[in-house]
Each structure stands twice: as C-alpha cells, then as structure tokens.
C-alpha cells in the first residue's frame, strides 16, 4: 500500500487535487475538451521539472565531463527502419467491431482474467484482500463489475499462469486466449476483432509533398548513436566517453491512463557510455563499490518471488549478479541521484529483467523502480545494449562506427608465407594466374607447415587448383615470418542509464507528500530546498502600504542572489497563506511585520517544523543561501539564532 | 557587408568550417545523407544553447517573477484551425512538372527578377558593387547563371517595383508574375505549375486508427493561451502578469536553407505578457526609459530608406512612435538580453513592422534584427496581439477567457425604470404577458424620460405591442433610479516578445568571431566568459605522470564551484592546444607545469588578450568564478596578480 513520508496511508485522489489546484501539472487544451496523455506543467510544475533537470546535468554531465548533444525530435523513417523502430516497437490492439472502441490486448486479457479471478474469490468466500486490489488499476479499469462465479480449480490455475507471463505473448497468442477464454468487449459484449499490431511512433512527413516518411523519435539514442564518430573525434579519439541528451520523446500510446506515468509526449534525460566491448571496468568504481542497493534479481523472479537482496554494488559486480562495473557504476551513480531528488530509499529497488523481457541484443538490464500508488513504477532504465545500434547503423550506411585503437604492445605473431616469383607465375600460368594466386592464398597454416617440411626435404610442393588438377609450384619459397598488428578495430558497446523525468517527478512527489498530523485536509510537499519551485514565500502581515517597499527590496536582493521567490499579498490571513504555500512545497516563509519597519529584521519560517527565527533581511538571505547550498541545516540555524516564538501566525 | 568582431570582412566559410569541426552544430542524420533544414547540435552548441537559455530565464523569468509554463508540442487540429494557422500558416509553392522538383514561388521570383537585373548592369557596363551582390543569398541561390542581357528601362523599373513588395503578393498574383515575366525551372526550363498553397504545419495523428488529427505546434504561444484562465486564478487573480515557455516548435519549410538561420525544428522562447487593453502602462519602464535603440520605424521604411533613428525609448514612447509604455519596456529588456549575450549593438536594430505585413489584429510590431553575413536577420519578434487569440478561442469553446476586477470606485449613473404591477399584468394579458414585458423592456430611456413625464401630467401611459396594437399601461410606475457597477469584465491583450534561440545562437556567433592580426588562419570565437560553453581547458605542459593527479583535482576543485572546465592532454603542442581552444571560445587556460609541482602555483591565460597571471590553484579557481559573475574584470586581475611571463606558450 502507498504510503506518505511520514507512513501515513497515502491518498492519491487528494494528492492529485492539490496538484491540479497549484498547477504543478494540467491536461493540455482542456477548454477543447483536452486529448488523453497529454499534459501542461504549470509553473511550479516547470520549476520544479527544470530543477530535476538542473540536478541531473550537475550529477552526470558536468561531474563526469559528459558530451551532451541536442538532437532533432524529428527522424526519417530509414533510420527507425534500421533501429527495428518500425517493426518492432508496437503494441497488439483490438477492436470492438460495434462501438469501434479500441483496446490494448495484453490489458484487456489481463483485467478481464483478473476480475474473473477475483469473482472466483468472492464466491468461494475469501475475502479479498486491500493490499491485492489496491488502486493499482483503479484509474484504467475497463471491467467495471465483477460477478461471484466459481471457477473450477485447474481454471484458477490456467488463469494465474496467463497473467504471469502475460508480457510475452504475441498478437497471435492474444488472439487465441480471447477465442479461448470467450473475452469480449467489456463495453458491449460483442466479440473482439482479432489483435492487430499497432505501431507506437507518431508518423509525419518532411518536406513538401509528402517527399521524406518521418517519425517523431521515440527515444533520445538513435541521433546520439549517428553522432558517435564525429563525438569520439571530438573527444580526441579516447575511450571510453559518454554523451547525453534531455529532450522530449514520443509513444502513441492506444489508450493512456495513469496520469503523468503514461503519456504520449514525455522529457527524457539519456546517457550512451561506449566503452571498450573486452574492458566494461570503471576508473571511477571505487568511488561508488560501498553504495548499498536494494536488488530484485532474475533469479528470485523467476521463482516467482519479489524478496529484494541488499548489498553493495561492489558485492553484487563482484559476485556476478550484475553484469560488469561499468553497469554497477550507473545503479550506484542512479541511486545517489535520486536520493538527492528527495526519493525515498526504502521505496527505490532494481529490478532485474528476465531474459525474454530483455531486447535480443542487451547483456543485462536493470530497472530502477519507485514504489507509488500505482505500484513499482519504472523511472530509470539502465541496459547493455551491446554493439547493436551501432552495427545496424554502420552496416545500413557503410560508414565505418568504430574505434581504432593504436596498441601499446603490439600483437605478435609468427605465421608461414608462401612467396610466389611472380615472373614465374605469369608466364606459366596466363589467364588461370589468378585462380592459382587465390589457391595458393587459401592453403591453411598447418598444411604450409608441412609443404615447408617437404621443400626443405627437397620435395617439389604440390597443389590441387580447380579445373587445373594437380600442379607443381616451382618457383615458391615457403618461410615463417613474425608479424605484428598496431592497430585494433572494435565497434564499441553501450551501456544506456535512460530517464523518465515526468515518472521521476510523479514518483517523488509522492514519496514527499504528507499531510500535517493535527489537520489531515492540510497537504505539505516537502520538496529538498534545492528542488522547490520557489524557494521562498515572502508575506506582509497586512495590506498596509508601509510594507510594499519592504516586501520589494527583499524579493530583489534574494532574486541577486538566484533564490526564486514569490510574493503573497493577497488578503488571505497568514495562516491560510502558509497552507497555500505547503501545497506548493515552498520551503520558507518570510514575514514582514512591524518589528520590521522599525528595526528592519524579519521572520524566516521553515516549513516542516514550522518553527521560526528572527533576524535582519541580509542575515535571513544568507541562511536560505546556506541551506539551498546544503553547507548549513535548518537545525544548525535554528541552535545559532535561536527559536523565534514571537507572532502568532498558525491562525 | 559583414564584419568580424574586429571589424575585418567574415569570411562565412571559414566560420562554418569552424563550427562544423568543433562540433558547435552538425547536420542530423548526416551519415544517411541528412536531412535539410534539421541540424544537431554537439556539446560545445549544446552547452552555449543552454547558457542563454540560463541566461533568459533569469533576465526573464526570475528578474519579473513571470509564470513558466511547458505545454506539449502535440496540438489538436481544433485548436490550430481557430487560431487560424491551418488556413494561414502556408506558403506558396511551384512544381516542376518534369523534374518534380518544388519551388517556393516568392523566392523563385525574386531570385530570377535580381539576376536579370544583375544581368541587365552587367550589359549596361555598370560595375555590380561588391556589397549589393554580397554573400547574402549564396547558399540558396537557385539560379546560377547570369546572362548580361540589357532590359527596356520601364522593365527595370517595374522589377524593382516588383522586388520592393516581393512579401506581400498571393499565389494568384505570384501565378500572374511568373506567367507574365516568362519564369521557367531554373533546373530545367520548363513552365512550371500555377502555384499552390503549402501549410507549413507538420501533421500527424494522435492516438489508433488515426483518431484525432493534430501537427506539431507552430508557436509554444497557443499552449499559453489556452492556460490563461488558470494561470491568472494561480496569480491571485491579479493583472497584469505574463507567462513564458521554453520549447520546440516546428515549420515545414519547403526548401530550407541558410544554415541555422531557416530551420525547420527550433527552440523558441516566448512571453506572453496579459494586460489591460485600456492600461498598457508598466510600472517599471522608469527603469529602462533612457536606454537607448536604433530603430527603423514604418514611415522611414514606407518612403523606402533604412535610415536609423537612435533615441531612448522613453522618447519612443513618448513620441507615439513606439505604441505603449509596456512594448517599449519589452523592446528594452530585449535589447538588454542580447547585449548581455554579448550581441554588437551596432549590429542591433529594432524595425517596426509595416501595416501591410502585421496580422490583421495586431496594434504594433518591432522585431529586434541582427546583422549578419545573410543581411539584417529577425531574431526576436516583439508584437501587440490585442485580444485576437483570446478571444477566438473563448468563442469556439464558449469558455471565458477573461478578467473580472473589481473596482476600486464602483461607475456610477441614474437610469430610468419601468416597475410592472405583476398582479395586474397576468391576469390582464394571460398568454401575451411576456411578449408585453419584452417590450417594456425595450423602451429607450429617453422615451422613459418622457412617458414619465406624462404620467405625472396625469397622463395615461401607452406602448405599442406587436399583434395587439397600442394598449395602455395602467399599472406601471416609471421611476429614476441611481445604479452602481462593481465589477469590469474584459479580454486582456497581449503583447508578446518572441525570441528564436537558434537564431540568436547563429547571430551571436558572427558577432563575436574574429581571427588573431597575426594569424588570419586562426579563428576565435570571443564568448563573455558566462556564456561560454567551456570556462578553462586544463593543459599538462606534457604527458609526464606526476601531472595526472594536478589535473586531476584541479578540475574536480572547479566542478565543485560549478566551473565547466575540460581537460586537453593529448600530445599536440601547448600552441596548437590553445589554437584549439581559442575555436571553443574558452575564455581560460590553467597551464600545470613542473613549477606547479614544487609548489602548487598554475598559470592561467585569457584569451582574448593571450596574457598569463601565475598563482595558487585555490587563487586562480577563486579568480575565475569573480570572473564569470562579473566581480572582477581580467584588467583587474592583471593589475593585481601582475603579468606572468616565465613560459613560451605560443609555439
């Protein structure tokens, strides 16, 4: 069950009205009636998007001199064809053939199989738990009534065993479990048309007259992909390099529901480390070995069990469970930054993914998941995809993605020669001269080894051509030379942590909810300082005019220092404005009163212990810096200036 | 002609070989063979794009505490069709029926008409001045050839009649030229065909089976619109207030060219500032009225000169050359922007649209131009949209867009009332009661003002109904009345500055480009050190070990501080790093060196002036942070640490 940060149980209908209310998020066009998965941030939401952003930049592009790249969104089609875009990412639709409503297949089986379940339940007389029904499903529930049949016992059985695998049947197998099951349409009970495959890209046309098929991309990687050998050059051809990319992406999806966790148009954030396939170590691996993790690997889901294994990333690479350092790296360098955002760690695992849940080319993938009311919800993606991408790439254009790499110890080797006196050979041999060469070429080491041996016994060496028979080559020298190789050529492989922002800053939001223990209807977002929208509410204590070049002065200085600040004048008592700003997760208040008229100091109030100090305007800008920056904690000021017990404000 | 920041001739090519190699921009998809019209930008263009983003969204955003918001880029046909971009947004465009190839008919025109005029100087024996022909259309150039053929003089006057309002012609009328002066395909010589209209929208479908029809935005502005209700409840109901979004939008230009200047997916920054149409005052224009513009206004234009006028923009404003107070604040703030970017301003002018080239609903419009080696180019548009948006779309939802104040002193006035007996008048006139009240209602208050008068004459009040003739009103009283409003309903207009990030970007570049004196093969690019996409490149003097840890921690010291700094120890010489550095536009360079290994000091270079100062890390990281917020100036630091010239760097 979802929980708040303080363990109350969490309730997402009040949550999502606060959102709304403070426009943290909106749907789109909703004056034209809006369009399913599409959704406007507001300006807290904005902000608060941006500080993610702002963070993750920090963390991975400047900390390890990442190269970001700013691709086009739109793509034409050959590229998608070549990245199996265009026939693979697809879902499996059915149509109601009476109403013409659409469904996704593996949804539909799924819920309709789970109510059955459920009615079986309910008519045995076992009662159905909370935890099971949750509102995991509540908001994209097709089936809306549920009837107590009993089912037989090896039905219950057949049907736990389709939901269990339920992510790997194809269009064809869906199509027979709806004939077999008698699933119809949940709307009009009339029967399904079969599924058909329904490709996910939004497709457009570039150019007048329709002249170059294009999609909007479905992720960031594709243009980082095309760009590898112009970034490898500018990264003076060393390796291994990363590039990184935040824009937006697309997925059309059937029927998005789910709120902001399945959306039609979403902010990614995507890294593409190309690393050496032979070498997937990581210079900066000691820095993160100690990180302990929560880990759901293959193994304990395949015994059908989701019992999290906690260790360090140094255990889990050096024990195997996660394939190389380079990967192990990423989960630790993923974790410290979403602990940093403000997630919650008892409530952040990674998961594994089984291997038919893998693409055929990955090595290893694991998600990074955080539990929310709509169960564990995949926010970071962070796969091996080998040398795939760039071997499609490079096979499709002919351009060679590869790294040459200039060896420090050459490669020795000792191999036999067969030296042809070519004078020899063109005379003799004419127009056949080239079939013999490309025979002579073809001899296997071990069998010139033996030809050697017979040469130097005095033997004449003897070879088999094609349409020539036997011939005897009289003019060759066989001899052992050592040789060396300089250069290796390799197409390097990628390791992709992928981000969702949007589900990053859902989930977070609901690990940071809580509402106040003496007023239930009272929500707080405590957001970190650093990632509040604003980081300050400044309040006059009335509407008298003494206060407005106060109120000014203090929202400019904080704007010098980049502390974003919001002024509320409004004629709302203090606490009312308070309660406002807890919804908007705005860590301090300042209030202007008419001490400060007098001797120019303030109140600064913190928002989770609601305790307040008093001091001049330039001092209190200080402390918010200080904290914002993390080098002072709010405890730290409150034992410095001391509790400020002064106005009655809660009111 | 166009001029380096020093005022040498640009030479373009050499400019965009430079940003090409460095990586700045690169053209998508190139390894397919591209795309026209979409480019990617690489991490030094990535980082530069970002900073003046940073940059924006401080002297915006923070600095006037407007309302960011992020709405999808996916729109509805719906929307787009009321506010007139899918009839409008388009082009015209011409086919070749034997190539199939397309022709933006406008620019098809004017580039034939120019070259038989060039022509006609050629065969005149007039020398065609280097700047008239300039670069400006040398990428686009359809038409290669130029025949030295004389024309009559009243058909050269009439080209450059025609040429003159190249942009105000229809497809009917560009059909008419091209028939009447004889254009064919320049490829081919064909007629080409009559021209048809091309919306520049970039179409798709949301959802299965292509359920709702939709394009990629045109403008982030509509996104804001249709938010105004809710972001005006989210400002306590207060006016004025502007909102503002960062964001992609899209063009389907039908054949792009000129770089990054016509591109057909961009980043645009747009502001919609709502305001009272009856109190476009702004109550902080006294901060910005004695800033001082060039501007081209409409008359200067309208008698065909491009003489510039340089006042303040209080005069501006104040003259009426400039329409209100709040687009004369905006103009301002965006020649502040663009000079704090480091945009020349002389090469910054503001020219006002003409009537017949503005929106029919708009009052004024000045775009803020940048001169460039493609001529005077539009980066910023700064437009008064009156209520137009607004308005169309509360009319086709039937959803208020509106403000409702409340008035301080409620209007006030005396009307004349008609009080009906109710107890006389149904039983009186049964069915026809109502169609008698309308009427009542609609007597005029001067015909009030007199049956009033009659009534207390002792006269009988009568009116005529339709169908029942004139009757009398036996039981009415016609009385004056004082009456009181305290509330004004309206349709805010909106002024809206526009910014094209990408254009911008380009514009700058050539504005801060010059090559050294000593050596004009040597590019620089002369970024202000906060804009610049690097801030130091941390140089080894040579790949000795002892140096790695140096380097090592001196780049992590300045990360800490936020200082991107990159790390160039390959083997070219110190010079030649450098050389490669001065294209980055990286304002510093540490040098470590066997000095520093004795006692920890560095030197660091600037690059504009190539001079060095020598000092401790902790100093040098300090120096550089006082550098880019703008505490200290380099001429400071030189007087203060004194000029370091112990190394020959410049090898």
Chains 1, 2 share one sequence.
């Not at 990319?245 to 890294?271: D, H, Q, T, Y």
């Not at 050459?410 to 056949?432: A, C, L, Q, S, T």
């Not at 400060?596 to 307040?612: A, C, H, I, N, Y």
Request: glycine fraction near 6%; aromatic fraction near 8%; charged fraction near 30%.
């Amino acid at each position: 069950m979802a929980t708040t940060k303080t363990g109350q149980p969490l309730d997402r209908g009040t949550l999502d009205t606060l959102l709304r209310r403070r426009l943290f998020y909106t749907p789109s066009f909703e004056i034209y009636g809006g369009v399913s998965g599409l959704y406007d941030y507001g300006p807290p939401g904005c902000a608060l998007q941006a500080n993610i952003i702002d963070t993750w930049r920090k963390h991975f592009v400047l900390e390890e001199d990442m190269m970001e790249v700013d691709c086009t969104m739109l793509t034409p089609h050959e590229v998608l064809k070549t990245s199996g875009h265009v026939d693979k990412f697809a879902d499996w639709m059915c149509k109601d053939p009476q109403s013409g409503e659409i469904f996704r297949a593996d949804h539909l089986v799924e819920e309709v199989l789970e109510a059955r379940l459920k009615g079986d339940k309910e008519a045995r007389g076992i009662k159905v738990e909370e935890e099971e029904e949750g509102d995991k499903k509540k908001k994209k529930k097709k089936v809306k009534e549920i009837k107590a049949i009993k089912l037989d016992d090896e039905v219950v059985q057949e049907y736990e065993h389709v939901l269990a695998k339920i992510d790997n049947y194809d269009g064809k197998e869906l199509g027979e479990l709806i004939v077999k099951y008698n699933i119809v349409s949940p709307a009009t009970g009339s029967p399904l048309e079969p599924p058909v495959s329904f490709n996910l890209m939004f497709k457009t046309a570039i150019g007048p007259s329709s002249n170059i098929p294009g999609y909007l991309r479905p992720e960031t990687a594709q243009g980082q992909f095309l760009t590898f050998s112009k970034l490898y050059e500018f990264n003076n051809a060393k390796m291994p390099f990363a590039s990184a990319s935040i824009g937006k992406s697309f997925r059309n999806e059937i029927s998005p529901k789910s709120g902001l966790l399945r959306v039609r148009e979403f902010l990614m954030a995507e890294i593409e480390h190309f690393v050496d396939p032979n070498q997937k170590a990581h210079s900066r691996f000691h820095e993160v070995d100690g990180v302990t993790l929560r880990f759901l690997d293959r193994h304990i889901q395949q015994a059908g069990k989701t019992t999290l294994v906690i260790k360090t990333v140094g255990q889990a690479v050096a024990e195997g469970m996660v394939d190389n350092e380079t990967l192990g790296y990423f989960l630790a360098r993923i974790y410290l930054f979403l602990t940093e955002l403000g997630v919650d760690p008892k409530k952040l695992r990674f998961r594994q993914h089984m291997p038919n849940e893998m693409a055929h080319y990955a090595t290893d993938c694991w998600d990074a998941e955080l539990l929310t009311s709509y169960g564990w919800i995949e926010c970071v993606g962070c796969a091996d995809r080998s040398a795939y991408d760039l071997t499609v790439h490079s096979k499709k254009t002919g351009q060679p993605l590869i790294v040459r790499e200039t060896l420090e110890t050459p490669i020795v080797w000792e191999e036999w020669d067969v030296d042809v006196d070519k004078k020899w050979m063109g005379p003799r041999f004419r127009k056949d001269a080239a079939k013999v060469q490309a025979a002579i070429d073809a001899i296997p080491q071990a069998e010139r080894e033996i030809l050697a041996a017979q040469q130097a016994n005095g033997q004449p060496v003897k070879i088999t051509v094609e349409d020539l028979g036997e011939i005897e080559l009289e003019k060759v020298e066989i001899v052992k030379r050592k040789k060396q190789e300089f250069i290796r050529e390799y197409i390097p492989n990628v390791i992709e942590p992928s981000f969702g922002i949007g589900r990053i800053f859902y989930s977070l939001i609901e690990h940071i909810f809580y509402t106040r223990p003496e007023d239930a209807a009272r929500g707080v977002l405590a957001f970190p300082p650093k990632l509040a929208p604003t980081k300050v509410l400044i309040v006059p204590l009335s509407g008298n005019k003494e206060f407005d070049p106060i109120v000014d002065k203090i929202g400019r200085t904080m704007r010098k220092q980049g502390i974003a600040n919001r002024v509320d004048n409004s004629s709302a008592t203090i606490g009312k404005r308070y309660a406002r700003n807890d919804e908007l997760g705005t860590p301090f208040g300042v209030t202007v009163d008419f001490q400060t008229v007098k001797d120019g100091t303030v109140t600064l109030r913190e928002r989770d212990s609601m305790k307040q100090v008093r001091s001049s305007v330039e001092e209190i800008v200080e402390v918010v810096k200080n904290i914002i920056e993390g080098k002072e904690s709010w405890q730290q000021v409150l034992e410095r200036l001391g509790e400020f017990q002064g106005q009655e404000l809660e009111n």
